[in-house]
């Protein structure tokens, strides 16, 4: 089945940790997306990418980095120079392009908590 | 810049009644696409409804349809005949073409009670 699968669905970092969100699509889109939600709060966009090797910066991404060496792959590394991370990540990709025609699919999303 | 707004932090509706949710944008873009979206508790994020700029007509997909008033920037969500289980966060989302940004607004909490 066609989806977009992130890893772990909990994560749990110690202070001063980088820890990497992994986010796996096999639905051939060329364009994805990385959001952070706080608890009853919207989605703000931290990276996106619209295709292999570049991205771009969204509204939040102080913090963060992302690489995108393959089409099916967006990683996300919280650093620890993101002062609050615990949050509510979630990973989303899109047909490119014409994207503006298409509705992007999510992940189920990663529970990250700094401990 | 894109921006989305919804205005209404929550809703409350009967259930079988039909509730609006509202939404608004602002973009200098003549091509856009706007989204509907719903999020149960679970998390998960759920398509509802998609409207292009250049459509004329509004959209519908079974309950759910959305008042498109371009001239005004809005693009409200109706849903119609409301069930216990529309009780969610909804957002509504705007795409650029140019970058493929992909913007949300802060989402309005419906709870439908019986």
């Known amino acids: 089945d066609g989806g977009i699968t992130q890893s772990p669905k909990y994560l749990f970092r110690k202070e001063g940790q980088n820890v990497t969100l992994s986010c796996e699509q096999n639905l051939n889109h060329d364009a994805m997306y990385w959001y952070r939600q706080d608890p009853g709060q919207g989605l703000r966009l931290i990276y996106y990418s619209q295709i292999v090797n570049d991205f771009q910066k969204g509204d939040i991404a102080e913090g963060y980095s992302v690489s995108r060496e393959k089409k099916e792959s967006f990683p996300l590394t919280v650093t620890s120079a993101q002062k609050n991370p615990t949050a509510f990540y979630l990973c989303?990709?899109?047909?490119?392009?014409?994207?503006?025609?298409?509705?992007?699919?999510f992940g189920q999303g990663t529970r990250l908590t700094v401990v | 810049a894109q921006k989305i707004t919804q205005t209404q932090p929550g809703m409350f509706v009967q259930e079988k009644e039909a509730v609006t949710l509202d939404c608004t944008y602002d973009?200098?873009?003549?091509?856009?696409?706007l989204f509907w979206y719903k999020q149960p508790s679970s998390g998960e994020m759920i398509f509802l409804i998609y409207?292009?700029?250049?459509?004329?007509q509004n959209a519908t997909e079974g309950r759910y349809s959305l008042n498109f008033q371009k001239a005004r920037k809005s693009a409200n969500l109706v849903i119609s005949a409301s069930q216990l289980g529309d009780s969610a966060m909804y957002f509504c989302a705007m795409k650029e073409p140019r970058t493929d940004k992909l913007i949300f607004g802060t989402g309005t909490r419906l709870q439908v009670f019986p």
């Open positions: 989303a990709s899109s047909i490119a392009g014409q994207a503006y025609l298409f509705e992007a699919f």
């Open positions: 973009t200098s873009d003549q091509s856009y696409g």
């Open positions: 409207q292009g700029s250049y459509d004329e």
